[in-house]
């Protein structure tokens, strides 16, 4: 969407008039276009209605009018496939267009938002537009980055990976740009031409039916671009905007234009076409994110407005990316590799990466489609990884419990299994509940056991009771019936022949008496710390010795304590804050007042803050020693919401904000749960947590890389540069590290003089938990005075009821990426009941020296993406392993044999053979 009315820059241009070479007339690229917004302040279905009316009338335009010569379909292939659902008899005319290179289309399946969904929902996004494209001759050759609300640093090494050397980009750009076109450059040193659409990408539309308007319409463009043009170098007016249908008169009116005039010669043109020619010579250079608000709005609010769908991305791409991808692909057989679901799954989450979607700046039935659409992709990753555990464990040759670690790097942890209950439980576990056996027999009725039984539906129980075997035997004196229960669940019980039949035989003998024996062992769910497992491998269970064992207590002064060895917490009984290691004030929760909008927080014209709780209970959980929990309830009044008359916070809610804080042994993190039922309107919450060093700057991880920023951030009048940034799953600062899930956005604040160098340096992390709104967008905000789309009241963004967040954190020196598996993909668990080949220990694959952000099979071959995020050029090694480096469309770039190099912060793909 453009929400931005272009009001001209910060560089005044020359006039109109001036001379643009000798006798040379300036060459005007006209490219028609729509901008497809699919969900936004209407639903899917309501804009697909519109796209098939525009698609219907394009088709007749371009085959009845060779003067309108192309026509962008908005660089996204949903598009396309969206139209075809409805007109699926117009496929061959929109391919005779697209091959004929009339209509250009992709090189996106959408056009997403880049900071709010994984590096690989980036990549996928990619490869689906150009798998899709194929289909219609090819996606153009130019990476259309329209309206993304800023760019990641790492999308020029994207692009290039995918062999473009063009991009086309509006927001985000920053003041130190003063040309329409700049060198974009990746941290790896990668770079694409990058085309800058100074005054966005609806600079030309709606053009006037008339030639001589037409051309005053250019001088004033000419004049408002000023320097960004060169004195005769060609502008380019992207002729299209939201929703926008083409203009039939295009061909003719440019014609005539051409004839009454010298100064201009316009052209209907392509983006490849345009920029074909452009010049590549002396231009200035950016290298990193694009985030600045300089000339246009970027709108980064968008981090922390429904952050339960921000939440649901990340969970739906971890049970795709972390679990069902790497499992299915290294413990199923290759042509079991689940495809299809796997293709239904990742099509969800990236229709869901579109910018308006993720961003969730959209109407409540747009929002709602978008959770349904990440709970079932998340479904479909989570039924997949436990298809591929089941059968790893159906392989083993030693039954019980295994642990799985669906991670490159070796690592130990907590985990959670039942065990049987036999004898007393080891001083390395920690009991959480307990089941008695139920071995013995039972003689009923046949009506009872009818009754009984039909309540049962297939083998399973509950979550800790499985029907393992059942048997049924008659005689003269009745049947009988032998249930078999354990833990783990098991293929192949008969449970409904065994139902079927039992009936049946009721049914020719209703008095005959059933003798029913139950066996069930004694069983113990524990928690227990496994000790290292292989990356991408496996390990029999075996709880491991407690070095750091985890306890809880009180101290001196009567204020509980967690302590590990590792990591001391103390509990502030006063204020509900804790101490990490005698650093206080973690976990301060403050409220205050947000009149903004779902594109970006704004502060009341009267705030209150409320940043201390009106009561404080707390109340040990789990008491270790593998785990310990304390359980801080505080107790607020919070305004009910801002009135509008007065721009002032009015009314008052108590709420309760349950905090459990956990502490394991031998772990260095602490975990936190928050939990509370928001019952107030326009407001913020976060979670401030101090830094045991002042700090100028953050580092936090974004797409396939971690950026580095300051406190300020670049902006103007029209918006605020606020320094409120994205994190993907972590951000560190003076020494603190923070892990989260869908927690994206964060600044850092309390601002200090720094006491050596005078430099302003912040002392604590304020991590964004709630931001509560009512209107999608909203006019007069201090923050942005002026819309940024329909101003509608929403009832959604308010997030009325229960919300939650999780995080957790590390002080000192911590690797962050293996923090975040640790807390976001712990290792996961299955049981076995014997009989295969495979050893007890072992692992499906080794990856070492890079980070690993992909494990899938591909063409009936293991495929691997790797990337660096370091300074500093690293070696990839996969013992045992060849094959071939490929691009991002899977075109090979060179062999490997056991390892290869990765440049710093570069990003590799490797096919393996024999896979």
């Known amino acids: 969407m453009n929400p931005d009315v272009p009001t001209g820059t910060d560089h005044p241009g020359d006039p109109a008039s001036r001379d643009t070479g000798a006798g040379t007339a300036r060459r005007i690229a006209v490219v028609p276009h729509t901008h497809w917004d699919r969900e936004w302040y209407d639903p899917f279905q309501t804009f697909r209605l519109k796209l098939v009316r525009l698609i219907d009338g394009l088709l007749d335009q371009l085959e009845r009018d060779s003067s309108y010569s192309h026509f962008l379909l908005d660089g996204q292939l949903a598009v396309i496939d969206d139209y075809l659902k409805i007109r699926p008899e117009n496929e061959g005319r929109l391919r005779a267009l697209a091959v004929a290179g009339r209509i250009t289309i992709g090189p996106w399946y959408v056009l997403m938002d880049e900071f709010l969904v994984s590096g690989e929902t980036l990549v996928r996004n990619l490869q689906a537009g150009i798998g899709r494209g194929g289909a219609f001759g090819g996606v153009m050759s130019v990476g259309y980055l329209p309206d993304m609300f800023g760019h990641v640093a790492q999308m020029p090494q994207l ?143 968008v981090g922390s407005n429904r952050i339960d769908v921000k939440q649901a991305a990340g969970r739906a791409e971890r049970a795709l990316e972390q679990m069902a991808e790497p499992l299915s692909a290294l413990f199923l057989q290759a042509e079991a590799w689940p495809a299809p679901f796997l293709e239904l799954a990742w099509k969800l989450v990236i229709q869901n990466s579109a910018h308006d979607s993720v961003c969730a700046c959209s109407a409540d039935d747009v929002v709602d489609a978008v959770l349904h659409r990440y709970a079932e992709a998340r479904h479909i990753g989570e039924g997949l990884a436990g298809e591929a555990l089941a059968a790893l464990a159906a392989s083993m040759s030693s039954p019980g419990p295994v642990v799985v670690n669906p991670s490159a790097r070796d690592r130990s942890g907590m985990v959670e299994v039942v065990v049987p209950a036999e004898g007393e439980p080891g001083p390395d576990m920690q009991v959480l509940s307990e089941r008695p056996g139920l071995p013995g027999s039972i003689t009923l009725d046949g009506a009872t056991v009818r009754s009984m039984l039909g309540m049962m539906q297939g083998a399973r129980i509950d979550d800790d009771s499985y ?48 003798r029913l024996v139950i066996n069930q062992p004694p069983v113990r769910r524990i928690v227990a710390r496994q000790g290292s497992v292989p990356g991408y491998g496996w390990s029999r269970f075996a709880p491991a010795p407690l070095v750091h064992q985890a306890t809880v207590g009180s101290g001196p002064d009567g204020a509980l304590t967690l302590a590990n060895g590792l990591v001391t917490v103390v509990i502030d009984p006063d204020d509900g804050t804790f101490s990490l290691d005698g650093v206080p004030g973690y976990g301060r929760l403050i409220d205050s007042g947000d009149h903004g909008d779902t594109y970006n927080y704004s502060p009341p014209v009267t705030d209150t803050v409320i940043d201390a709780p009106d009561a404080v209970s707390v109340v040990i959980g789990d008491r270790g020693p593998v785990r310990t929990t304390v359980a801080v309830t505080s107790t607020f009044t919070w305004p009910d919401h801002v009135d509008e008359a007065t721009g002032s916070r009015v009314g008052g809610h108590r709420v309760a904000v349950d905090t459990t804080i956990e502490l394991r042994a031998d ?248 896979s």
């Open 467 to 514: 029907v393992t075997d059942v048997t049924l035997a008659e005689d003269e004196t009745g049947l009988d019936l032998t249930i078999v229960i354990g833990s783990q669940s098991r293929d192949g019980v008969p449970v409904e022949e065994v139902k079927r039949e039992l009936f049946t035989r009721l049914t020719a003998r209703p008095d005959t008496e059933v």
């Open 159 to 301: 692009l290039a990976l995918a062999g473009f050397e063009d991009a086309v980009v509006w927001r985000g750009v920053p003041s130190a740009v003063d040309r329409s076109a700049f060198l974009w450059q990746a941290p790896d040193g990668s770079s694409v031409r990058a085309e800058y659409l100074v005054a966005g990408y609806g600079n030309g539309a709606a053009l006037p039916d008339d030639a001589k308007a037409l051309v005053r319409r250019l001088h004033a463009q000419v004049e408002e671009l000023g320097s960004f043009l060169e004195a005769d170098g060609e502008m380019l007016l992207m002729n299209g905007t939201d929703h926008h249908r083409p203009q039939p008169w295009l061909g003719r009116v440019l014609a005539e234009a051409n004839q009454i005039q010298d100064e201009f010669e316009l052209t209907i043109t392509s983006l490849p076409e345009y920029l074909a020619g452009a010049s590549r010579d002396h231009l200035p250079e950016w290298r990193g994110e694009l985030r600045s608000g300089w000339r246009s709005n970027l709108l980064m609010g």
């Open 667 to 914: 772990e260095p993190v602490v975990r936190v749960h928050t939990t509370f039922r928001n019952p107030s309107r326009d407001h913020r919450l976060r979670v401030h947590l101090p830094l045991p060093e002042p700090a100028s700057a953050s580092h936090a991880e974004c797409a396939y890389t971690v950026v580095e920023r300051g406190l300020t951030a670049e902006g103007r009048p029209d918006e605020l540069g606020l320094p409120t940034f994205p994190s993907r799953r972590f951000v560190s600062s003076g020494g603190l590290t923070v892990v989260h899930e869908g927690l994206l956005e964060y600044e850092l604040v309390d601002i200090e003089e720094g006491e050596r160098d005078g430099e302003p340096k912040a002392t604590a992390l304020a991590l964004t938990l709630l931001r509560s709104t009512g209107m999608l967008s909203r006019l007069g905000m201090t923050t942005r005075p002026l819309p940024a789309g329909p101003m509608t009241p929403l009832e959604g963004p308010q997030r009325l009821g229960p919300v939650e967040a999780r995080y957790a954190l590390a002080l000192g020196d911590v690797d962050p990426f293996g923090l975040a598996d640790d807390v976001l993909v712990p290792l996961a668990t299955t049981t076995s009941f014997g009989g295969g080949d495979r050893s007890d220990r072992g692992s499906a694959l080794t990856v070492r020296g890079a980070e690993v952000s992909a494990v899938r099979r591909e063409a009936g071959c293991l495929e691997v993406r790797v990337f660096n995020p370091r300074s500093t050029p690293t070696v990839v090694r996969i013992p045992g392993r060849s094959g071939w480096l490929i691009d991002l469309r899977g075109r090979p770039v060179g062999p490997f044999a056991g390892q290869f190099d990765l440049r710093a912060h570069g990003i590799a793909t490797a096919r393996l053979d024999g």
